[in-house]
């Protein structure tokens, strides 16, 4: 199958097979996020890898937890399901912006505000980026995945439970597809596009 006819196919995974991730596929998956671009290299990304049952059930558990005070009642049933998303995964990799290079600016250059808001947003675009690289990588490996941010809606708890303070950016499950999910169509392209000549 040729790149862009991959890009085509790939469909969410929401049911996973209760079947685990080989390293090898997992440690590929990683090293294709690494080498996204980044804001002059700074690499703002971190991922922490999470494989154990328990404490894929214990964010599921975090997740399904959200008040609906919170989130609101159509989105609490978007957090739920996105609880139920994870639930099923054998695989979940979590991705923070430790925001090397904003942190950077800050403390040793002369920039001003305005650049650093620009920075923020790239920093963003960059782990964007990765997040992709990862997904294309594991469909290219057989591999299915959901790229899931409903999850930020507890970050705070989900970071207390992972010890750590970096921003959490996105919550990808990934495993093996129980179910050949069905694209969304996408709309007219000319709705979407300008050319400018």
Not at 44 to 49: G, L, Q, S
Not at 164 to 192: C, H, W
Request: some cysteine; charged content about 25%.
């Amino acid at each position: 199958m040729d790149f862009l006819c991959m890009i085509k196919n790939r469909a969410v995974t929401r049911r996973y097979e209760d079947k685990s991730v080989p390293v090898e596929i997992v440690e590929k998956i990683i090293d294709s996020g690494v080498w996204s671009s980044s804001i002059h290299g700074f690499q703002p990304w971190k991922f922490m890898v999470i494989n154990g049952k328990d404490k894929i059930k214990k964010i599921s558990e975090i997740v399904s937890d959200v008040p609906v005070d919170i989130a609101g009642d159509s989105m609490g049933k978007l957090v739920n399901f996105s609880a139920r998303v994870i639930a099923d995964a054998p695989l979940l990799i979590m991705v923070y912006n430790t925001k090397a290079f904003t942190n950077a600016a800050g403390k040793f250059f002369k920039i001003n505000r305005e650049y650093i808001e620009i920075a923020q947003m790239t920093e963003i675009e960059g782990i964007s980026g990765a997040i992709q690289n990862m997904i294309m990588m594991a469909e290219s490996l057989g591999v299915g995945s959901c790229w899931l941010t409903t999850p930020l809606f507890c970050e705070s708890k989900i970071n207390d439970f992972l010890n750590i303070t970096d921003r959490l950016v996105a919550v990808i499950t990934f495993g093996y597809s129980m179910q050949k999910e069905v694209r969304s169509p996408r709309k007219n392209v000319e709705t979407k596009v300008n050319y400018v000549r």
